[in-house]
């Protein structure tokens, strides 16, 4: 299995295309997914191949390179993905979604998280 990045992001392409959502507005997934592998792949090109130029184009390019490392977008994913690809799934995001949103979820009918998660 090929991960879109071994550190920032270490999912394949098709475990994460599992997951996007299917929204109407612009939900292309194969938009989506080029933009987590763009990124990560001007990061692996540059730590491969370091650029020649400038300073003001070296540091445009190690800008572009390190982008992944800053990236809400990539945080995020790589956060909700790992909790729920966690062994404990139900668990993990039972202690997620507590600490986030308080120990009952604002839903009626649900006592817990882990009733939610069932």
């Known amino acids: 299995m090929t991960t879109i990045d071994d550190v920032y992001l270490p999912f ?10 299917p929204v ?3 939900g292309d997934v ?5 933009y987590y ?11 491969e191949s ?3 130029g400038s300073p003001a184009d070296l540091a445009k390019a190690l800008k572009a390179a390190r982008q992944m490392e800053k990236d809400e ?20 995001l039972t202690a997620l979604l507590a600490r986030c949103l ?6 009626a ?10």
Do not use: C, N
């Open 12 to 21: 394949s392409s098709e475990e994460l295309t599992e997951h996007f959502a």
């Open 24 to 26: 109407q507005s612009g």
């Open 30 to 34: 194969g938009k989506h997914l080029s």
């Open 37 to 47: 592998k763009a990124s990560a792949e001007r990061a692996r090109a540059y730590a």
């Open 50 to 52: 370091p650029p020649i």
């Open 73 to 92: 977008r990539f945080w995020v994913v790589a956060a909700l993905m790992s909790a729920f690809h966690a062994s404990h799934r139900v668990t993990t």
């Open 102 to 107: 308080g120990q009952t979820p604002p839903m």
């Open 109 to 118: 009918g649900l006592a817990s998280w882990a009733d939610a998660l069932a």
